[in-house]
């Protein structure tokens, strides 16, 4: 049948060429959100690699799986993207007070969530035998915000080696590298993504997990500073891209949410949403004239062991992406 599809495709059914990469478009698309740390731009790179894949369709020899082609394609075409400018800056709201010091500026500010709704149906079994992240670990906010701050061939290498299984071989074919180069960045990115991604023990799952995000949102919701940090590891990040402050540790937390406390109207609904596999949710306010509700973000929080070790505030634009409505009439519609 993919044979019957390609001749097909090459004689100019794209009816045809449509039936051979759907396939795999779920977990293209997921490659390059890896990649480029934004939907929007994994969604742009998509679709140029589909285009680039049709036009080129008579390249194609044969030699690999179409699979294995079409992230050929996909992997330059994001490597074209990072090289080609640096990021755009972002537009950002502004707090509505001024921001407490800081731990850090951010690096990641084009940084981005995956709805869980795009991962439903991707095979676990697509990663090759020496991958080396299991695939939940792999599409994680913590995972992602790292391979970022990778120069791109590191990138490029990591994932196709680490979370695809490629072997070196077939990674320095596809990125046109030789085995000796691909070795290289592969060790120098793994020493980053070690120092980065090290120390996170799996979320409980289940009763215990629902317990803590229960928890969380009670605190939250009630603007319970104290409570809300004492979910929250020591080292744990509160972050808000576009927007460049970072904070790291409880006292640090602490401020922040106390700032921001006494300048903010109490959330009045959080509706649960799936993003990297992490718990997440849409945050509504009450319009105190019309009693309705308006969405003011997406927030996605990281569970290590039985406590928070991240959340992360995404603005509005993200909503669609998570069928979230701007406004509700109720809490929870």
């Given at each position: 049948m993919p044979d019957e599809l390609l001749g097909r495709a090459r004689a100019g059914d794209r009816e045809a060429f449509a039936a051979l990469v759907e396939p795999h478009r779920g977990e293209l698309q997921l490659h390059c959100y890896r990649m480029l740390g934004s939907l929007q731009d994994a969604e742009?790179?998509?679709?140029?690699?589909?285009?680039?894949?049709?036009i080129g369709l008579d390249g194609f020899e044969g030699r690999s799986s179409v699979r294995t082609w079409l992230y050929r394609i996909a992997?330059?075409?994001?490597?074209?993207?990072?090289?080609?400018?640096?990021?755009?800056?972002?537009?950002?709201?502004?707090?509505p007070v001024p921001a407490p010091e800081p731990?850090?500026?951010?690096?990641?500010?084009?940084l981005q969530p995956y709805p869980d709704v795009l991962l439903e149906g991707l095979p676990d079994q697509l990663p090759g035998p020496e991958s080396r992240y299991e695939s939940r670990e792999a599409i994680s906010l913590a995972f992602v915000t790292a391979v970022q701050l990778l120069p791109p061939n590191q990138r490029a290498v990591l994932l196709l080696r680490d979370v695809l299984?490629?072997?070196?071989?077939?990674?320095?074919?596809?990125?046109?590298?030789?085995?000796?180069?691909?070795?290289?960045?592969?060790?120098?990115?793994?020493?980053?993504m070690d120092a980065k991604t090290a120390d996170r023990s799996p979320a409980p799952g289940g009763a215990a997990e629902r317990a803590l995000t229960d928890r969380f949102v009670e605190a939250f919701t009630a603007q319970d500073v104290d409570a809300l940090v004492a979910l929250m590891t020591s080292d744990a990040w509160v972050r808000m891209p576009p927007l460049p402050f970072?904070?790291?540790?409880?006292?640090?937390?602490?401020?922040?949410f106390t700032a921001l406390a006494g300048h903010?109207?109490?959330?009045?609904?959080?509706?649960?949403?799936g993003a990297n596999r992490q718990p997440a949710w849409g945050e509504y306010l009450r319009d105190p004239v019309t009693g309705g509700l308006h969405l003011i973000g997406v927030l996605v929080i990281g569970i290590a062991g039985d406590r928070i070790d991240e959340i992360?505030?995404?603005?509005?634009?993200?909503?669609?992406?998570?069928?979230?409505?701007?406004?509700?009439?109720?809490?929870?519609?």
């Open positions: 742009d790179a998509l679709q140029e690699t589909l285009l680039s894949a049709w992997t330059n075409r994001c490597l074209n993207a990072l090289r080609s400018s640096s990021r755009r800056p972002v537009p950002a709201v502004p707090l731990s850090r500026s951010g690096e990641v500010l084009w299984g490629y072997r070196a071989s077939e990674t320095a074919e596809l990125l046109g590298l030789t085995e000796t180069a691909v070795n290289s960045a592969l060790a120098r990115a793994r020493v980053t970072e904070y790291q540790g409880i006292e640090a937390a602490h401020r922040f903010r109207r109490q959330i009045a609904a959080m509706v649960p949403v992360t505030h995404f603005e509005t634009s993200v909503a669609p992406y998570f069928g979230l409505p701007r406004t509700l009439d109720q809490p929870g519609e």
